[in-house]
Protein backbone atom coordinates (compact mmCIF):
# COMPACT_ATOMS: atom_id res chain seq x y z
CA UNK A 1 0.00 0.00 0.00
CA UNK A 2 3.18 2.23 0.92
CA UNK A 3 4.71 1.44 -2.62
CA UNK A 4 1.31 2.30 -4.51
CA UNK A 5 0.66 5.60 -2.65
CA UNK A 6 4.39 6.75 -3.60
CA UNK A 7 3.38 6.02 -6.95
CA UNK A 8 0.18 7.70 -6.99
CA UNK A 9 2.33 10.65 -5.17
CA UNK A 10 4.31 10.74 -8.03
CA UNK A 11 2.16 10.59 -10.82
CA UNK A 12 0.50 13.70 -8.92
CA UNK A 13 3.53 15.45 -9.19
CA UNK A 14 3.77 15.09 -12.53
CA UNK A 15 -0.04 16.22 -13.47
CA UNK A 16 0.68 19.32 -11.75
CA UNK A 17 3.82 20.53 -13.21
CA UNK A 18 2.05 19.59 -16.77
CA UNK A 19 -0.96 21.87 -15.14
CA UNK A 20 1.31 24.75 -14.17
CA UNK A 21 2.42 24.72 -17.75
CA UNK A 22 -0.54 24.60 -19.25
CA UNK A 23 -2.10 26.76 -17.12
CA UNK A 24 0.85 29.25 -17.46
CA UNK A 25 1.08 29.50 -20.79
CA UNK A 26 -2.98 29.44 -21.49
CA UNK A 27 -3.45 32.40 -19.25
CA UNK A 28 -0.33 34.42 -20.91
CA UNK A 29 -2.47 34.00 -24.78
CA UNK A 30 -5.75 35.28 -23.19
CA UNK A 31 -5.92 38.47 -25.15
CA UNK A 32 -5.87 42.03 -23.12
CA UNK A 33 -2.86 43.74 -21.24
CA UNK A 34 -2.39 43.41 -17.65
CA UNK A 35 -1.01 47.49 -17.27
CA UNK A 36 -4.28 48.55 -19.70
CA UNK A 37 -6.61 46.68 -17.32
CA UNK A 38 -5.21 47.74 -14.05
CA UNK A 39 -4.68 51.73 -15.58
CA UNK A 40 -8.05 51.45 -17.27
CA UNK A 41 -8.60 52.68 -21.22
CA UNK A 42 -7.76 56.34 -20.74
CA UNK A 43 -4.33 55.99 -19.23
CA UNK A 44 -1.07 56.80 -21.24
CA UNK A 45 0.51 54.29 -23.21
CA UNK A 46 3.75 55.10 -21.27
CA UNK A 47 2.23 54.60 -18.33
CA UNK A 48 0.92 51.33 -19.36
CA UNK A 49 4.35 50.11 -20.60
CA UNK A 50 6.02 51.77 -17.69
CA UNK A 51 3.52 49.53 -15.19
CA UNK A 52 3.84 46.19 -17.76
CA UNK A 53 7.36 46.46 -16.88
CA UNK A 54 7.23 46.56 -13.38
CA UNK A 55 4.87 44.06 -13.14
CA UNK A 56 7.63 41.70 -15.38
CA UNK A 57 4.58 40.92 -17.97
CA UNK A 58 7.42 42.06 -20.72
CA UNK A 59 10.22 39.87 -19.80
CA UNK A 60 10.32 36.38 -21.93
CA UNK A 61 7.57 33.61 -21.27
CA UNK A 62 10.21 30.96 -20.36
CA UNK A 63 11.80 33.88 -17.64
CA UNK A 64 8.29 34.86 -16.09
CA UNK A 65 7.24 30.84 -16.04
CA UNK A 66 10.38 30.04 -14.16
CA UNK A 67 9.97 33.09 -11.82
CA UNK A 68 6.59 32.12 -10.92
CA UNK A 69 7.44 27.98 -10.65
CA UNK A 70 10.17 28.62 -8.94
CA UNK A 71 8.44 31.19 -6.29
CA UNK A 72 5.86 28.12 -5.92
CA UNK A 73 8.61 25.83 -4.90
CA UNK A 74 9.06 28.07 -1.94
CA UNK A 75 5.95 28.55 -1.44
CA UNK A 76 5.04 31.94 -2.83
CA UNK A 77 2.31 32.14 -4.88
CA UNK A 78 3.31 35.46 -6.45
CA UNK A 79 1.78 39.14 -6.40
CA UNK A 80 -1.85 39.97 -7.29
CA UNK A 81 -1.66 42.60 -10.36
CA UNK A 82 -4.41 43.70 -9.56
CA UNK A 83 -4.09 44.57 -5.74
CA UNK A 84 -0.59 44.75 -5.52
CA UNK A 85 -0.60 42.06 -2.37
CA UNK A 86 0.39 38.78 -2.12
CA UNK A 87 -2.07 36.51 -4.09
CA UNK A 88 -1.93 33.42 -1.08
CA UNK A 89 -4.48 34.95 1.49
CA UNK A 90 -6.97 35.77 -1.22
CA UNK A 91 -6.76 32.33 -2.45
CA UNK A 92 -6.66 30.29 1.18
CA UNK A 93 -9.63 32.86 2.14
CA UNK A 94 -11.81 32.33 -1.14
CA UNK A 95 -10.68 28.32 -0.73
CA UNK A 96 -11.74 27.93 3.11
CA UNK A 97 -15.67 29.14 1.66
CA UNK A 98 -15.55 27.24 -1.20
CA UNK A 99 -14.67 24.19 0.80
CA UNK A 100 -17.51 25.05 3.02
CA UNK A 101 -20.34 25.42 0.42
CA UNK A 102 -19.23 21.75 -1.07
CA UNK A 103 -18.95 20.46 1.93
CA UNK A 104 -22.33 21.44 2.99
CA UNK A 105 -23.38 19.85 -0.82
CA UNK A 106 -21.71 16.97 -0.28
CA UNK A 107 -23.18 16.28 3.25
CA UNK A 108 -26.81 16.41 1.76
CA UNK A 109 -26.17 14.81 -1.58
CA UNK A 110 -23.92 11.69 -1.13
CA UNK A 111 -26.28 10.07 1.28
CA UNK A 112 -29.46 11.14 -0.70
CA UNK A 113 -27.68 9.85 -3.79
CA UNK A 114 -26.26 6.84 -2.28
CA UNK A 115 -29.71 5.93 -0.98
CA UNK A 116 -31.77 6.76 -3.49
CA UNK A 117 -29.29 4.42 -6.33
CA UNK A 118 -29.44 1.52 -3.45
CA UNK A 119 -33.46 2.48 -3.56
CA UNK A 120 -33.70 2.02 -7.05
CA UNK A 121 -31.15 -1.05 -7.49
CA UNK A 122 -33.68 -3.02 -4.83
CA UNK A 123 -36.48 -1.82 -6.92
CA UNK A 124 -35.56 -2.23 -10.01
CA UNK A 125 -37.96 -1.89 -12.85
CA UNK A 126 -40.43 -0.62 -10.77
CA UNK A 127 -41.93 2.84 -10.04
CA UNK A 128 -39.44 3.54 -7.00
CA UNK A 129 -36.54 2.93 -9.73
CA UNK A 130 -38.43 4.40 -12.45
CA UNK A 131 -39.16 7.65 -10.08
CA UNK A 132 -35.68 7.97 -9.09
CA UNK A 133 -33.85 7.81 -12.02
CA UNK A 134 -36.17 10.08 -13.95
CA UNK A 135 -35.46 12.54 -11.35
CA UNK A 136 -32.28 12.13 -11.03
CA UNK A 137 -31.50 12.43 -14.91
CA UNK A 138 -33.82 15.73 -14.93
CA UNK A 139 -32.31 17.36 -12.25
CA UNK A 140 -28.63 17.14 -13.72
CA UNK A 141 -29.83 18.00 -16.94
CA UNK A 142 -31.02 21.57 -15.49
CA UNK A 143 -28.08 24.69 -15.10
CA UNK A 144 -27.26 25.60 -11.97
CA UNK A 145 -28.06 29.17 -12.44
CA UNK A 146 -31.81 27.92 -13.86
CA UNK A 147 -32.29 26.28 -10.65
CA UNK A 148 -30.57 28.84 -8.65
CA UNK A 149 -32.67 31.70 -9.90
CA UNK A 150 -36.08 29.97 -9.57
CA UNK A 151 -34.98 28.90 -6.00
CA UNK A 152 -34.26 32.48 -4.99
CA UNK A 153 -37.37 33.76 -6.58
CA UNK A 154 -39.29 31.01 -4.66
CA UNK A 155 -37.45 30.73 -1.31
CA UNK A 156 -35.82 33.99 -0.71
CA UNK A 157 -37.69 36.26 -2.94
CA UNK A 158 -41.39 34.91 -2.46
CA UNK A 159 -41.64 32.80 0.73
CA UNK A 160 -38.74 34.83 2.41
CA UNK A 161 -37.68 31.85 3.88
CA UNK A 162 -33.71 32.31 3.03
CA UNK A 163 -31.61 34.72 2.34
CA UNK A 164 -30.48 35.64 -0.97
CA UNK A 165 -27.22 36.15 -0.79
CA UNK A 166 -24.60 33.43 0.12
CA UNK A 167 -22.09 35.41 2.26
CA UNK A 168 -23.20 35.90 6.06
CA UNK A 169 -20.58 38.51 6.89
CA UNK A 170 -17.42 38.66 8.76
CA UNK A 171 -17.80 37.01 12.17
CA UNK A 172 -21.03 35.24 11.53
CA UNK A 173 -22.31 32.24 13.57
CA UNK A 174 -22.15 29.03 12.21
CA UNK A 175 -26.14 28.67 12.41
CA UNK A 176 -26.05 32.23 10.20
CA UNK A 177 -23.12 30.55 7.85
CA UNK A 178 -25.09 27.67 7.31
CA UNK A 179 -28.56 29.80 6.76
CA UNK A 180 -26.96 31.38 3.95
CA UNK A 181 -25.37 28.00 2.41
CA UNK A 182 -28.28 26.55 2.54
CA UNK A 183 -30.10 27.96 -1.11
CA UNK A 184 -26.40 28.18 -2.68
CA UNK A 185 -25.97 24.19 -1.94
CA UNK A 186 -29.53 23.20 -3.29
CA UNK A 187 -28.39 23.43 -7.04
CA UNK A 188 -25.20 21.69 -6.52
CA UNK A 189 -27.45 18.58 -5.03
CA UNK A 190 -29.84 18.65 -8.33
CA UNK A 191 -26.61 18.76 -10.30
CA UNK A 192 -24.64 16.04 -8.32
CA UNK A 193 -27.54 13.61 -7.41
CA UNK A 194 -28.26 11.81 -10.42
CA UNK A 195 -24.41 10.96 -10.92
CA UNK A 196 -24.35 9.82 -7.50
CA UNK A 197 -27.55 7.82 -7.75
CA UNK A 198 -27.16 6.26 -10.70
CA UNK A 199 -23.81 4.61 -10.05
CA UNK A 200 -24.74 3.68 -6.66
CA UNK A 201 -27.60 1.78 -8.49
CA UNK A 202 -25.47 0.06 -11.47
CA UNK A 203 -23.33 -0.85 -8.88
CA UNK A 204 -25.70 -2.66 -6.61
CA UNK A 205 -27.20 -4.44 -9.50
CA UNK A 206 -23.95 -5.67 -10.40
CA UNK A 207 -23.37 -6.77 -6.98
CA UNK A 208 -26.90 -8.26 -6.46
CA UNK A 209 -26.03 -10.01 -9.46
CA UNK A 210 -22.50 -11.74 -8.29
CA UNK A 211 -21.88 -15.68 -6.89
CA UNK A 212 -20.71 -13.93 -3.89
CA UNK A 213 -24.25 -12.44 -3.12
CA UNK A 214 -26.04 -15.50 -4.18
CA UNK A 215 -23.75 -17.57 -2.32
CA UNK A 216 -24.72 -15.78 1.07
CA UNK A 217 -28.26 -15.94 0.28
CA UNK A 218 -28.24 -20.04 -0.44
CA UNK A 219 -26.37 -19.75 3.36
CA UNK A 220 -29.76 -18.96 4.77
CA UNK A 221 -28.73 -15.03 5.51
CA UNK A 222 -31.41 -12.53 5.85
CA UNK A 223 -31.70 -10.27 2.63
CA UNK A 224 -31.01 -7.24 5.32
CA UNK A 225 -27.54 -8.87 6.38
CA UNK A 226 -26.48 -9.97 2.40
CA UNK A 227 -27.33 -6.29 1.65
CA UNK A 228 -25.40 -4.77 4.64
CA UNK A 229 -22.92 -6.82 4.82
CA UNK A 230 -22.42 -7.81 1.41
CA UNK A 231 -23.54 -5.55 -1.27
CA UNK A 232 -23.22 -2.27 -0.24
CA UNK A 233 -19.71 -2.66 0.22
CA UNK A 234 -18.64 -3.91 -3.62
CA UNK A 235 -21.58 -1.92 -4.64
CA UNK A 236 -20.47 1.72 -3.95
CA UNK A 237 -17.10 1.49 -5.24
CA UNK A 238 -17.70 2.57 -8.83
CA UNK A 239 -20.02 5.40 -6.33
CA UNK A 240 -16.47 6.34 -4.65
CA UNK A 241 -14.39 7.24 -7.61
CA UNK A 242 -17.61 9.98 -9.05
CA UNK A 243 -18.24 11.42 -5.88
CA UNK A 244 -13.86 12.13 -5.75
CA UNK A 245 -14.28 13.37 -9.07
CA UNK A 246 -17.21 15.73 -8.25
CA UNK A 247 -14.72 17.29 -5.74
CA UNK A 248 -13.11 19.30 -8.13
CA UNK A 249 -15.99 20.37 -9.45
CA UNK A 250 -17.46 21.44 -6.39
CA UNK A 251 -14.74 23.57 -5.01
CA UNK A 252 -13.29 25.17 -7.93
CA UNK A 253 -16.57 25.07 -10.76
CA UNK A 254 -18.49 26.88 -8.99
CA UNK A 255 -18.39 30.51 -10.77
CA UNK A 256 -21.96 30.55 -12.00
CA UNK A 257 -23.58 29.53 -8.46
CA UNK A 258 -20.74 32.10 -6.48
CA UNK A 259 -21.72 34.55 -8.63
CA UNK A 260 -25.49 34.32 -8.94
CA UNK A 261 -25.28 34.03 -5.07
CA UNK A 262 -22.67 36.67 -4.77
CA UNK A 263 -20.45 34.44 -2.90
CA UNK A 264 -16.26 34.86 -2.88
CA UNK A 265 -15.48 31.52 -3.24
CA UNK A 266 -12.44 30.46 -5.42
CA UNK A 267 -14.30 30.03 -8.36
CA UNK A 268 -15.81 33.40 -8.44
CA UNK A 269 -12.01 34.51 -7.37
CA UNK A 270 -10.79 32.70 -10.70
CA UNK A 271 -13.51 34.23 -12.84
CA UNK A 272 -12.44 37.98 -11.81
CA UNK A 273 -8.98 37.38 -12.29
CA UNK A 274 -9.53 36.49 -15.64
CA UNK A 275 -11.66 39.65 -16.72
CA UNK A 276 -8.69 41.93 -14.68
CA UNK A 277 -5.85 40.08 -16.76
CA UNK A 278 -4.42 39.17 -13.10
CA UNK A 279 -2.70 36.15 -13.67
CA UNK A 280 -0.79 35.51 -10.82
CA UNK A 281 -4.52 35.09 -8.83
CA UNK A 282 -5.80 32.96 -11.86
CA UNK A 283 -2.58 30.77 -12.10
CA UNK A 284 -2.35 30.50 -8.88
CA UNK A 285 -6.11 29.69 -8.41
CA UNK A 286 -6.87 26.84 -10.80
CA UNK A 287 -3.46 25.64 -9.92
CA UNK A 288 -4.88 25.25 -6.28
CA UNK A 289 -7.82 23.80 -7.57
CA UNK A 290 -6.03 21.11 -9.27
CA UNK A 291 -4.21 20.04 -5.87
CA UNK A 292 -7.48 20.62 -4.64
CA UNK A 293 -8.60 17.38 -7.08
CA UNK A 294 -5.47 15.38 -7.03
CA UNK A 295 -5.71 15.42 -3.16
CA UNK A 296 -9.29 14.00 -3.98
CA UNK A 297 -8.66 11.46 -6.60
CA UNK A 298 -5.73 9.97 -4.53
CA UNK A 299 -7.59 9.91 -1.51
CA UNK A 300 -10.11 7.90 -3.75
CA UNK A 301 -7.99 5.80 -5.07
CA UNK A 302 -6.59 4.82 -1.51
CA UNK A 303 -10.18 4.02 -0.61
CA UNK A 304 -11.21 1.82 -3.76
CA UNK A 305 -7.96 -0.44 -3.18
CA UNK A 306 -8.82 -0.73 0.45
CA UNK A 307 -12.52 -1.81 0.47
CA UNK A 308 -11.76 -3.75 -2.98
CA UNK A 309 -9.50 -6.72 -1.49
CA UNK A 310 -8.56 -8.13 -5.27
CA UNK A 311 -6.67 -4.61 -6.28
CA UNK A 312 -4.50 -4.23 -3.15
CA UNK A 313 -0.79 -4.22 -3.44
CA UNK A 314 0.61 -7.86 -2.20
CA UNK A 315 -2.64 -9.29 -2.44
CA UNK A 316 -4.04 -12.08 -4.51
CA UNK A 317 -4.94 -11.54 -8.20
Known sequence: MATYILRRLGLALVTLWLLSVIVFFAGQVLPGDPGRAILGPLAAQSAVHALDTQLGVNRPLLAQYWSWISGLAHGDMGT????????????????????????????IVVPLGITGGVVAALRVGRAADRTISVTGLSAATVP????????????????????????????????????HLILPAIPLVLVLFGYIARMARAGTIEALDSDYARTATLKGLKRSVVIRRHILRNSLLPTITVIATQTGYLVGGLVVVETLFNYQGIGKLIFTAATAKDFPMLEAGVLTIGVVYMVATLIADVLYTVLNPRLRVGGAA
Open 144 to 179: EFVSGIVLIVIFAVELKWLPVSASAGAGASAGAQLD
Open 80 to 107: SYQFRTPVAPFIGAALVNSVKLAALAFV
